[in-house]
């Protein structure tokens, strides 16, 4: 039997009132062990003005590469609690913020681990269906052989890598940007 | 790990593409470059697990959610959850949101001059059951206008959003109400060019799920992406 997926339409202007009960800007609490990060941005549209009414959902391993998911069969630790997902919308002005621990790395297809990312699905009005990103890590030395970075154009790479926040420990900065020179790697999964 | 079987791509024409100028809202904010061909990896094959500890009781009822009874006509959307090889996608997220009966959000930006009802908030969740059904109690939404170009207005819809199990098979569609009129005019409902994808957005009429003196049944059956082939089975 061979079916097609249904046809994606967009989250629309009021997505709030269904979505926002799930809204998970933490994706680390209490006895999740790794480093802490808070990752800040903007979504921004081809004016190069803040979108505020976007939604961002991240998937992540826990620091030790590990996925809170059937499939991931790697034996490695998994804290309690630690499910990996987020979701958070933008605000006014196309800002939006979460805190996590850094994940570790985790297998990829060539039989290498992937340098530590985020999967990024992003949502708004406007979009037909979601945009498929990823977040990388600065001065990770993993970039450099990370599989799916493998796959960038060398000058647009740096479009999915968070940049440290000058003077603030912890403190990362990564933009969705739509359209224009700066325009963020989006994949097709 | 090594073994590893990705999710399935689309069919050319049944997905939308990021820009639909119809729809003017995608302009701005449909990215110009195509996207980068990944192959999925564990990342995309894995995806967030809810489980019945998050789901609210009353959440798939949306005509018991107040004290009241909500304005409109009382009706059941359900359907199946499956996957491209027919499968049944069991104990995943469904969630939903709509107008109420007279075409209006509760959200602060919709400002269309048309009564909130105080019974009534138009959010559901539930998961899916072992055989991939749904079920959800509500009323029929109301058709509404937008600014989208001269004399626009939506055609009566639900909106889904869907994880699957996969990273890679999530979704978020629209569901439409057979027979509405405004449908062929709605540059969201066409922006998939295959003209059958598009009608697979319009629920049927369904006797088997109506319920005598009570509410209308409709049924939306939901597809996502299934495996590329079929994985070993233990």
């Known amino acids: 039997m061979s079916l097609q997926a249904t046809t994606s339409q967009t989250v629309g202007p009021y997505f709030l009132i269904g979505l926002q009960w799930l809204f998970v800007d933490n994706l680390a609490g209490q006895g999740v062990t790794g480093e802490r990060v808070e990752i800040a941005g903007r979504v921004l549209d081809a004016d190069g003005q803040g979108v505020p009414d976007a939604m961002l959902e991240l998937w992540q391993a826990n620091s030790a590469g590990k996925y809170a998911h059937p499939e991931d069969t790697q034996e490695k630790p998994i804290e309690k609690g630690f499910q990996g997902f987020g979701r958070i919308p933008t605000a006014d002005d196309g800002s939006f913020r979460f805190s996590t621990v850094k994940p570790g790395r985790v297998p990829g297809p060539d039989g290498k681990l992937q340098a530590p990312h985020i999967d990024v699905s992003v949502f708004m009005r406007g979009l037909l269906r979601r945009l498929v990103t990823r977040i990388y890590f600065p001065d990770e030395p993993a970039n450099a052989e990370d599989y799916a970075l493998s796959l960038v154009e060398p000058s647009r790479r740096a479009t999915l890598i968070a940049r440290k926040s000058p003077g603030r420990e912890g403190m990362l900065e990564w933009n969705v940007v739509l359209q224009g020179p700066e325009e963020t790697v989006f994949f097709d999964v | ?150 004399n626009a207005w939506r055609p009566a819809h639900i909106h889904f959003s869907l994880f699957g199990p996969a990273f890679a098979t999530r979704l978020v569609t629209q569901m439409f109400f057979p027979g509405d009129p405004l449908i062929p005019f709605d540059p969201i409902f066409n922006c998939t060019a295959d003209e059958k994808a598009r009608n697979r957005l319009i629920s049927l009429f369904d006797w088997e799920t109506t319920i005598p003196e009570q509410a209308l049944g409709y049924k939306f059956d939901i597809v996502l992406a299934g495996r590329d082939a079929t994985p070993w089975e233990k």
């Not at chain 2, 491209?84 to 107008?99: D, K, S």
């Open chain 2, 1 to 150: 790990m090594s073994n590893l079987v990705g999710y399935r791509r689309s069919y050319p024409g049944t997905q939308p593409n990021h820009l639909h100028p119809p729809y003017v809202s995608s302009i701005k904010r449909a990215p110009s470059r195509s996207p980068v061909y990944l192959p999925h990896t564990l990342s995309e094959v894995t995806g967030p697990v809810f489980d019945s500890s998050i789901v609210e009781a009353k959440a798939c009822d949306l005509t018991h959610q107040h004290h009241g009874d909500p304005l409109g006509e009382r009706i059941i959307v359900s359907g199946r959850v499956l996957d491209e090889n027919g499968r049944p996608v069991p104990h995943t997220l469904v969630e939903i949101w709509q107008a109420n009966a007279a075409g209006r959000y509760r959200h602060k930006v919709d400002q269309h001059d048309a009564p909130l009802d105080p019974n009534f908030t138009g959010t559901g969740h539930t998961l899916t059951d072992a055989n991939g059904h749904y079920r959800f109690v509500t009323i029929r939404p109301g058709e509404y206008p937008w600014r989208n170009h001269y």
